[in-house]
Each structure stands twice: as structure tokens, then as C-alpha cells.
């Protein structure tokens, strides 16, 4: 075999597809930061599946938890009864991560998708507040569902909505005017304040600490805490959509942890259930658990074999702060080398935190083609922001340091191959 047969994609799935267009090719077999084709040819993952690889594709310590919980007839699907798999994940839950970080919060398993965690905070914010409104941010990201897209920035995104997208305004992300320093507060605080501003006092804000989708935008540290304290002077419930830059994808368990806020509800996706099985969580304070049984329902909010994998991973990853550690490591050893390619090239400059980063193209044009030129020497690296201008890399928390080094050298041939005059 040597080219993939694509044909049923093409001819059966729906134009829908999207990453299969940027990486045109039939994957078979992955394994930490690799992927294979069925032709054999290997693939550096810089995408780890959006985020919901950080410990890597087939991670072995989480493969053997699965394979013995399968084995041993543990129970796949659960709705939301009671069973050991679960016990065990809340408990690990609570004793390695809630617990170490003196967070007190409720529990609650929506259906498996970021999204839904979304859809799950926006209600429960809503019922307990009795208020309508959500403040988001420009460029926001929460998923595709009708009130996760509410808040979502994307213009070709909400396109697809086909129904007027109500309840939420968007407020200036930070930087969003007039770049790092500003004061971007100003605007959101004099219409809160304002009782003729015609904004509506909100429910909840909600909030990435990195707006990942969005183009790799960074929350200050400062601006979260004025955004924690602005919110909590108002009683307005605070939203951290942690769906992609949890789990230790910028550093710390919690993207939020370096900022020192407690956010009212936090959402969790992505890597949660560790092993890339779909798996989500919304975080929130005692005193909001105004749910009544039953009253948010979903046929597949237990996931047993996901608990097993989160479990595995919170056991194997966050018992201690070596995987913190060695994310901080990497995340400079990445600095470095976006360093040099922003002083080896004209028009690009680079952001990030932890293990996300964004290599920001002047021409945006040029990021879509450095993605295909990636691809073709074998790195899988995705566009982001809103004219898709960033490069997003976002590799498994678990890769080597030779296999970052090969990734960063593959993305800087990829740009000078586009972007070419190295050496200005
Ligand atoms: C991916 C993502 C979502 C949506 O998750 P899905 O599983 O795709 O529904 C929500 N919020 C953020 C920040 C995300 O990155």
C-alpha cells in the first residue's frame, strides 16, 4: 500500500469533516507523541488531540488500568449510578487535587463533552442567581452547543447556530484593546455599574485563563485577579472554562492556580478522563448546589472506563509536582526556540504559558501553509485565532525533550520554508 484510500470519506461523510482536510492521510496506530498512518509513515503530534491527550496517545500506565478494569468485567456504562470505579475517581479527586489545594467544591458529572460541562455551568449559574445574562469575552471558545456557542466568539462558528444566539455579551479579553498593558476593566465596569448602560446584570461571567481556540491569548495574572474580585464585588458567579488548559496544560493542575483565584464553577474536559475517553466535569462552590436529582440529565454521564483512566492519571501524574516541574522545563526549552525563529523571520511573534503556544503569522495566510508544509515532514500542527494567523502547538505534556526538539526543528524548516529568508 502505498497511498491511503480516502474515497468513503469523501464520498460518505458529511462536508462537516474538518481535521481530516488539514492532515490528509488515514491514521491507524498512535503511541505518546506519535501517530502512524496505515502506509507506515510517522506523524509528531503538536495537536494531542485538541488538548485531550496530555498524557499522550495510549499512555501505558493508563492502557494497563483500562485493559484490567475491561478484563475484569467492570462496568462500562453506568449512567449515574454509584459504582467502585466512580468512588475511587472522586476520592482520588478529592485527596490529590480538590484537597492538596484547599478547594472546596461540588462534584457534578454532566454528559462527556466540554460543551456539556459548559451547557451545565451556564444553567446551574442561571438557577442560582435567578438572573438571565452571561458576560463572555471577544474571542471566546466553549463549544458548539446553543448556549456554549452563545458565548463563543467565532463568527463562521455561530454562523452555523441557524437561531438567534441570545444572552451573553462580550466583553474585551484582556489585551483585546489596545494591547498587554492596557486596562481593558474599564469598559466592563462602568456598564456593570452603569444602571442605564443597557446591560442587564449578569449571572456569570465565564472565562479561559488561554483562550486556545481563540489564538493562544493570555490572561494576565493581574487581570484575572481584577476579574475575580470585580465579579465577587457584584455577586456576579465566576466561570473558569478549564476544558483545555487544565489538567497541567500550562503548568499547574488548574490554569487558574497561578492567578490565586477560586473561581465559583470551574468546567473540566479534554484530558480529564485522561486516556482521550470522552469524560467531563463541573467543579463548583458548596453553596451553589442548588440542583435538583435528576434535574440535569444525560445518558452518558458515567463513563466508568474514563474514571479509570482519570483516575490512573491523577494517581501517576499529580501525587507530586513532577509533572508541574517538567512542563515549566519544556515550556522554556519552547521559549527558546521561538525566540530564535522570531529573530530568524520577518512578521511572526510567539505567545504562550506552560505547554501552549501560539507562533502568531503578520500574513495570515502564511500559518495555514506552514501547517501543510508541517505536515508534509511529518508534524501535526493546527491553526487558531480569528483569521486563523496562529500556529497552535499544543504537544502531549509527556513528550521527550529529543521529541520537542524534533517537533521545533520540523516547525522552524516548516516557516522558513514559507516564510523563507532566514538570516534577515
Ligand atoms: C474544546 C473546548 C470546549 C468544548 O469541548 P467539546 O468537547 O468539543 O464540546 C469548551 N471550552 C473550551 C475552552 C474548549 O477548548
Redesign the pocket.
Known amino acids: 500500500m502505498t497511498l491511503p484510500d480516502m474515497t468513503v470519506f469523501a464520498d460518505l461523510e458529511s462536508n462537516v469533516r474538518g481535521y481530516c482536510r488539514s492532515w490528509p492521510t488515514v491514521f491507524d496506530t498512535a503511541s505518546g507523541a506519535w501517530l502512524r498512518d496505515e502506509t507506515g509513515r510517522e506523524y509528531l503530534d503538536f495537536f494531542a488531540g ?2 485531550a491527550l496530555n498524557y499522550g496517545h495510549n499512555n501505558p500506565v493508563l492502557k494497563q488500568s483500562l485493559l484490567d478494569y475491561i478484563a475484569g468485567d467492570g462496568i462500562t456504562h453506568g449512567l449515574d449510578m454509584s459504582t467502585v470505579a466512580k468512588r475511587e475517581l472522586l476520592e482520588t479527586l478529592r485527596d490529590r487535587i480538590l484537597r492538596p489545594r484547599g478547594l472546596d467544591y461540588k462534584v457534578q458529572f454532566p454528559g462527556p ?3 456539556n460541562a ?1 451547557e451545565a455551568a451556564l444553567k446551574l449559574a442561571r438557577k442560582v442567581t435567578g438572573r438571565t445574562e452571561i458576560l463572555n469575552f471577544t474571542n471566546a ?4 452547543t446553543l448556549g ?1 456557542l452563545s458565548v463563543t466568539g467565532n463568527a463562521a462558528k455561530r454562523a452555523g447556530a441557524g437561531v438567534p444566539l441570545q444572552h451573553a455579551t462580550s466583553m474585551p479579553f484582556d489585551g483585546y484593546l489596545s494591547g498587554p498593558d492596557d486596562d481593558s476593566f474599564e469598559w466592563m465596569e462602568r456598564v456593570l455599574d452603569d444602571a442605564s448602560s443597557g446591560l442587564d446584570s449578569p449571572a456569570a461571567v465565564i472565562v ?1 485563563t488561554v483562550q ?2 481563540g489564538g493562544v491569548n493570555i490572561a494576565g495574572v493581574q487581570w484575572l485577579r481584577k476579574l475575580a474580585g470585580l465579579c465577587a464585588a457584584r455577586e456576579i458567579l465566576l466561570i473558569v ?1 478549564d ?2 488548559m487544565g489538567c497541567g496544560r500550562t503548568g499547574p493542575f488548574f490554569s487558574f492556580e497561578m492567578a490565586g483565584i477560586t473561581p465559583d464553577i470551574v468546567t473540566l ?2 484530558s480529564i478522563g485522561g486516556y482521550g475517553l470522552p469524560m467531563a466535569l463541573v467543579l463548583f462552590k458548596p453553596e451553589l448546589d442548588v440542583w435538583k436529582p435528576g434535574e440535569h440529565n444525560g445518558t452518558f454521564r458515567g463513563n466508568n472506563p474514563a474514571f479509570v483512566t482519570a483516575r490512573a492519571a491523577l494517581e501517576h501524574y499529580w501525587a507530586d509536582d513532577a509533572l508541574e516541574i517538567a512542563t515549566r522545563a519544556k515550556a522554556e526549552r519552547i521559549d527558546r526556540a521561538l525566540a530564535g525563529m522570531v529573530a530568524a523571520f520577518d512578521g511572526i511573534t510567539t505567545r504562550g504559558r506552560g505547554l501552549v503556544h501560539g507562533v502568531v503569522f503578520d500574513d495570515a495566510s502564511a500559518a495555514e501553509k506552514v501547517c501543510a508544509s508541517a505536515f508534509q515532514r511529518g508534524l501535526l500542527v493546527e491553526t487558531s485565532g480569528p483569521e486563523d494567523e496562529v500556529v497552535k502547538l499544543l504537544p502531549p505534556l509527556t513528550i521527550s525533550d529529543s521529541e520537542l526538539d524534533h517537533g521545533l526543528e520540523l516547525l522552524a524548516e516548516s516557516v522558513d520554508a514559507v516564510c523563507g529568508g532566514r538570516g534577515r
Open positions: 485538541a488538548g463533552t466540554g460543551a459548559v471558545f466553549h463549544g458548539m456554549a479561559e486556545g481556540e472554562d476544558v483545555q474536559s479534554k
